[in-house]
């Protein structure tokens, strides 16, 4: 388990963990892959949430996921995307997570995911949790635990002094 | 500053914080992109370090920046490639950081970088610290914090108890 006393400053972030859907680029599962592309050179991403019409979470499209389709027998074409959708090439077992799921998992699968998305019951796409977010609560964590830890022992000598 | 106990902690893994440059892909200069971006996508990174012959750190090069070269007036050519070397793409003005950076500093700068290169006073490639590695340190820092504190209060208790 995590040490309480971490998680309790790890969690004054809490709202600022997840980045709302409303601000996460993503793509509709129909798509043509070209668009894809475009899409994902144009947002400066390398992986981007692919999601049904109805705003489920159906799996995640990588930059090099469409690089390598384009890859044919005479080098780098992207003529090989042609009729291809972003559902041909997205990949769909990708851990996901739950808006109230632990932090402790959160950040287990955090170590093998540049990001997690994050899904409410019904699969809707609510968000993603990143290691940068998570980075941001880290280093609040380790510095507020000092500043804690130093006002309690101030707190024991006065107590101790009287 | 970061409190010295959760330091000492992180401090555990240090070994294996740094990915050694003979473990990381790497593009040199003066190659041509279409190298670069045959190299990225059989790895399945999304951003590489570029180096001189001497080995020394120049820049980095991600598979964003190439594809938004291949963009042109009538959608993606890869012929828009052609001529290109990486030493004309890549970013240059990237953080990076040396052997014996301050733990502190290098968890900020990885809070706006996936990963730094770490080089050695001569400006020499020695490998990279990632956020992923990082977390692997900050899980098991924040597990065993709590169990070290356990052992503590056992420690007082069997001497209060005497």
Same mark, same amino acid.
């Given at each position: 388990?995590?040490? !309480?006393?971490?998680?309790?400053?790890?969690?004054?972030?809490?709202?600022?963990?997840?980045?709302?859907?409303?601000?996460?680029?993503?793509?509709?599962?129909?798509? !043509?892959?070209?668009?894809?592309?475009?899409?994902? @050179?144009?947002?400066?991403? @390398?992986?981007? !949430?692919?999601?049904?019409?109805?705003?489920?979470?159906?799996?995640?499209? @990588?930059?090099?996921?469409? *690089?390598?389709?384009?890859?044919?027998?005479?080098?780098?074409?992207?003529?090989?995307?042609?009729?291809?959708?972003?559902?041909?090439?997205?990949?769909?077992?990708?851990?996901?997570?739950?808006?109230?799921?632990?932090?402790?998992?959160?950040?287990?699968?955090?170590?093998?995911?540049?990001?997690? !998305?994050?899904?409410?019951?019904?699969?809707?796409?609510?968000?993603?949790?990143?290691?940068?977010?998570?980075?941001?609560? *880290?280093?609040?964590?380790?510095?507020?635990?000092?500043?804690?830890?130093?006002?309690?022992?101030?707190?024991?000598?006065?107590?101790?002094?009287?």
């Amino acid at each position: 388990m995590i040490s !309480p006393a971490i998680e309790q400053l790890m969690r004054e972030h809490e709202d600022t963990m997840m980045i709302p859907a409303e601000n996460v680029a993503n793509v509709i599962k129909e798509h !043509p892959l070209e668009h894809a592309l475009l899409l994902l @050179s144009q947002a400066g991403y @390398s992986t981007i !949430p692919v999601l049904d019409r109805e705003d489920h979470f159906v799996g995640l499209l @990588s930059l090099n996921d469409i *690089v390598k389709r384009m890859l044919g027998i005479n080098g780098i074409d992207t003529s090989n995307l042609e009729e291809l959708t972003v559902a041909d090439v997205m990949k769909t077992d990708v851990p996901v997570m739950r808006l109230d799921a632990e932090l402790e998992d959160v950040l287990h699968l955090l170590v093998d995911a540049a990001f997690l !998305p994050v899904l409410d019951k019904d699969g809707v796409f609510r968000g993603i949790m990143t290691r940068r977010e998570i980075l941001k609560a *880290v280093n609040y964590t380790f510095h507020t635990f000092e500043r804690k830890n130093q006002e309690t022992k101030l707190i024991f000598h006065a107590n101790s002094s009287r």
